[in-house]
């Protein structure tokens, strides 16, 4: 009975993997990719026991096997898989091939090429293997091939992996690769390219809003990107392109920390914890467990930690979208987009998976879902995100209305109150008023307060007919501060000046206002030229004689001014400012740190 099961379940695996049989060589001909899927044969060392002179002895005895199917997906295997095809290169001025493995993830890959004269070259990649021993520097193993023409080169390639056993294999010439990687770079760049815009973009929104349901986004998008970036090849060749155990610890541990972040945004974004507890704990649970899956796989073997971590993601985003669901019938708007993403992002992770445990066959869809699906969820999430928090302020605004309508119904019953409100409401506008004409960095008056008080003194002279003169102030060689002591010493100057022209100008009736960066401006009603000159000429040496102490070290400060005297009677905020500022730029001219008034009186 035993010996009669054992036989049918023999027959199965032989049915299953194809007949074995000699395999016809592939002759090259065209500039063109060739993948080997359909022609090359294989074999499992299920021991991983054989050599080369084995594998090529059984070769050449026709003992492997064609790949089940056309696909060179096998899912998570132990042991070795040899591949066999014998190459005859038609192309004379084409020498030189590539063999490219595209699947970034296995561990070791060892490449014979036995020549008609017996010899046998070999050559060695994976991600066990330091990257700088590849031919290209490329996220795949990649192999040079020196084919003569016209004859016959056996090809063996050698794959050992804890990862998934997929050996896509594919040759090129130089200049065919050239124009492939072309566009597949492309397509990558734009990719990760939509990542970056979503993490600064989402990034400035957390800094600006502090809304933990950012933070757990910019942890959940960045984490996947790296994943990706792992999965693809490009931690091994950008990050630790020597280190093996970090190439097999880094996918594990990124897609638990995507999946911490994934859970932990999605609690906060359906405001679990308040609207349904019981979910709340299951969210934290999961995210327990991927915490622990993350610090194991520093430990656990690669085979043990990722197959696992792969199972998770699609527990963790069916866990997900049943909350989404919970909460949606529960009349939570908000989660309309959320389970839409999470739709997007489940049936591009499910390709995924599926792919790496050979249950479907690599195309455009199960190379790239991933890709695709996280793209659209990552956007989709943003969008979700950012229509949670205009809820979130329509209903803010929904409640102040609806009390100050009930402010209004009580105002009768709370006259007393209400005019205590209102004189402290008086209190709060003068002060409003007040930090809305000052500049908040040096306190003095910003600018648009300076062109209401200049226009006032320039009405008013109209009626007294005393001048009224202006000073425009510019501290020299501010940038050179600010790029040699940074821009808190640069702010600390500014305020130095600040308080320094105050202190020479407020006693004479006049007002100081920062004009802009380090530019400041004054206004001194009933000043002739003289007068004004002699006022500039206090301040210019207020300013140089006022060092600026930086952690025991004295930064000295120099100042132009150029000074005008409205005396005209069409005298205009505009005119004024200009001539002011074209007495400026003399005074700059004139080697700086010097006043200059300007000519002409209008």
Same mark, same amino acid.
């Given at each position: 009975?035993?010996?009669?099961?054992?036989?049918?379940?023999?027959?199965?695996?032989?049915?299953?993997?194809?007949?074995?049989?000699? +395999?016809?060589?592939?002759?090259?001909?065209?500039?063109?990719?060739?993948?080997?899927?359909?022609?090359?044969?294989?074999?499992?060392?299920?021991?991983?026991?054989?050599?080369?002179?084995?594998?090529?002895?059984?070769?050449?005895?026709?003992?492997?096997?064609?790949?089940?199917?056309?696909?060179?997906?096998?899912?998570?295997?132990?042991?070795?898989?040899?591949?066999?095809?014998?190459?005859?290169?038609?192309?004379?001025?084409?020498?030189?091939?590539?063999?490219?493995?595209?699947?970034?993830?296995?561990?070791?890959?060892?490449?014979?090429?036995?020549?008609?004269?017996?010899?046998?070259?070999?050559?060695?990649?994976?991600?066990?293997?330091?990257?700088?021993?590849?031919?290209?520097?490329?996220?795949?193993?990649?192999?040079?091939?020196?084919?003569?023409?016209?004859?016959?080169?056996?090809?063996?390639?050698?794959?050992?992996?804890?990862?998934?056993?997929?050996?896509?294999?594919?040759?090129?010439?130089?200049?065919?690769?050239?124009?492939?990687?072309?566009?597949?770079?492309?397509?990558?760049?734009?990719?990760?390219?939509?990542?970056?815009?979503?993490?600064?973009?989402?990034?400035?929104?957390?800094?600006?809003?502090?809304?933990?349901?950012?933070?757990?986004?910019?942890?959940?998008?960045?984490?996947?990107?790296?994943?990706?970036?792992?999965?693809?090849?490009?931690?091994?060749?950008?990050?630790?392109?020597?280190?093996?155990?970090?190439?097999?610890?880094?996918?594990?541990?990124?897609?638990?920390?995507?999946?911490?972040?994934?859970?932990?945004?999605?609690?906060?974004?359906?405001?679990?914890?308040?609207?349904?507890?019981?979910?709340?704990? +299951?969210?934290?649970?999961?995210?327990?467990?991927?915490?622990?899956l993350g610090i194991a796989s520093f430990w656990l073997p690669y085979g043990t930690a990722t197959p696992l971590a792969s199972r998770a993601v699609l527990v963790s985003v069916v866990w997900i979208m049943v909350a989404t669901v919970v909460m949606l019938r529960r009349g939570y708007k908000p989660a309309k987009l959320l389970l839409l993403a999470w739709s997007l992002f489940l049936a591009g992770t499910t390709a995924f998976t599926l792919l790496a445990f050979g249950v479907v066959p690599p195309n455009f869809w199960t190379l790239n879902g991933v890709q695709i699906g996280s793209a659209l969820e990552m956007l989709l999430l943003s969008l979700a995100l950012g229509s949670r928090y205009a809820g979130l302020r329509n209903e803010n605004i929904r409640i102040v209305t609806e009390n100050n309508e009930r402010l209004e119904r009580s105002v009768i019953d709370r006259t007393r109150q209400l005019r205590t409100a209102m004189a402290q409401l008086g209190e709060a506008n003068v002060q409003l008023r007040e930090y809305s004409q000052r500049d908040p960095l040096t306190g003095v008056y910003n600018r648009r307060h300076f062109r209401e008080a200049l226009s006032q003194a320039l009405e008013l002279r109209g009626t007294n007919g005393q001048p009224v003169a202006l000073l425009l102030l510019d501290l020299d060689h501010f940038k050179r501060i600010n790029d040699t002591h940074g821009h808190l010493v640069g702010d600390d100057c500014l305020n130095v000046a600040a308080r320094c022209i105050e202190d020479v100008v407020q006693p004479r009736g006049g007002i100081v206002a920062r004009f802009g960066g380090e530019e400041f401006v004054a206004v001194l009603p009933g000043l002739d030229a003289q007068q004004a000159l002699q006022v500039a000429e206090a301040v210019r040496l207020r300013i140089q004689q006022t060092p600026v102490d930086n952690e025991g070290r004295n930064i000295r400060l120099s100042a132009s001014i150029g000074v005008h005297t409205a005396t005209g009677e069409r005298a205009t905020p505009e005119d004024a400012i200009r001539l002011a500022d074209e007495a400026l730029y003399r005074a700059k001219d004139d080697g700086r740190n010097c006043v200059r008034h300007s000519v002409s009186l209008v």
């Amino acid at each position: 009975m035993l010996q009669a099961w054992l036989l049918v379940v023999a027959i199965a695996l032989l049915s299953t993997a194809g007949p074995a049989r000699a +395999v016809e060589p592939l002759r090259l001909a065209g500039e063109r990719a060739i993948p080997l899927n359909d022609v090359i044969a294989y074999r499992h060392d299920v021991y991983a026991s054989d050599g080369a002179t084995d594998a090529f002895a059984q070769a050449r005895a026709g003992r492997l096997s064609p790949l089940p199917g056309g696909s060179p997906n096998f899912g998570f295997q132990k042991g070795a898989y040899w591949f066999y095809l014998p190459l005859v290169n038609m192309q004379r001025d084409e020498p030189r091939w590539l063999l490219v493995q595209q699947y970034a993830l296995s561990d070791q890959l060892d490449v014979y090429l036995r020549y008609p004269d017996g010899h046998v070259e070999h050559h060695a990649s994976g991600d066990h293997v330091p990257f700088n021993s590849r031919y290209i520097r490329y996220r795949h193993p990649n192999f040079r091939l020196d084919l003569p023409h016209g004859e016959q080169v056996e090809l063996l390639v050698r794959v050992q992996s804890q990862s998934s056993m997929q050996v896509p294999l594919v040759l090129y010439t130089p200049r065919t690769f050239t124009e492939v990687m072309r566009d597949a770079q492309f397509s990558t760049g734009l990719y990760y390219g939509i990542v970056l815009a979503l993490l600064f973009y989402n990034l400035v929104l957390w800094l600006m809003l502090r809304d933990s349901g950012y933070f757990w986004y910019l942890l959940h998008t960045g984490a996947f990107g790296l994943v990706l970036f792992t999965l693809n090849g490009y931690g091994f060749e950008y990050f630790w392109p020597n280190s093996a155990w970090l190439a097999d610890a880094s996918v594990p541990l990124s897609i638990c920390l995507a999946l911490i972040g994934m859970q932990l945004f999605t609690r906060s974004f359906l405001e679990l914890q308040e609207r349904w507890p019981r979910g709340n704990l +299951v969210s934290l649970g999961v995210t327990g467990f991927f915490v622990v899956l993350g610090i194991a796989s520093f430990w656990l073997p690669y085979g043990t930690a990722t197959p696992l971590a792969s199972r998770a993601v699609l527990v963790s985003v069916v866990w997900i979208m049943v909350a989404t669901v919970v909460m949606l019938r529960r009349g939570y708007k908000p989660a309309k987009l959320l389970l839409l993403a999470w739709s997007l992002f489940l049936a591009g992770t499910t390709a995924f998976t599926l792919l790496a445990f050979g249950v479907v066959p690599p195309n455009f869809w199960t190379l790239n879902g991933v890709q695709i699906g996280s793209a659209l969820e990552m956007l989709l999430l943003s969008l979700a995100l950012g229509s949670r928090y205009a809820g979130l302020r329509n209903e803010n605004i929904r409640i102040v209305t609806e009390n100050n309508e009930r402010l209004e119904r009580s105002v009768i019953d709370r006259t007393r109150q209400l005019r205590t409100a209102m004189a402290q409401l008086g209190e709060a506008n003068v002060q409003l008023r007040e930090y809305s004409q000052r500049d908040p960095l040096t306190g003095v008056y910003n600018r648009r307060h300076f062109r209401e008080a200049l226009s006032q003194a320039l009405e008013l002279r109209g009626t007294n007919g005393q001048p009224v003169a202006l000073l425009l102030l510019d501290l020299d060689h501010f940038k050179r501060i600010n790029d040699t002591h940074g821009h808190l010493v640069g702010d600390d100057c500014l305020n130095v000046a600040a308080r320094c022209i105050e202190d020479v100008v407020q006693p004479r009736g006049g007002i100081v206002a920062r004009f802009g960066g380090e530019e400041f401006v004054a206004v001194l009603p009933g000043l002739d030229a003289q007068q004004a000159l002699q006022v500039a000429e206090a301040v210019r040496l207020r300013i140089q004689q006022t060092p600026v102490d930086n952690e025991g070290r004295n930064i000295r400060l120099s100042a132009s001014i150029g000074v005008h005297t409205a005396t005209g009677e069409r005298a205009t905020p505009e005119d004024a400012i200009r001539l002011a500022d074209e007495a400026l730029y003399r005074a700059k001219d004139d080697g700086r740190n010097c006043v200059r008034h300007s000519v002409s009186l209008v």
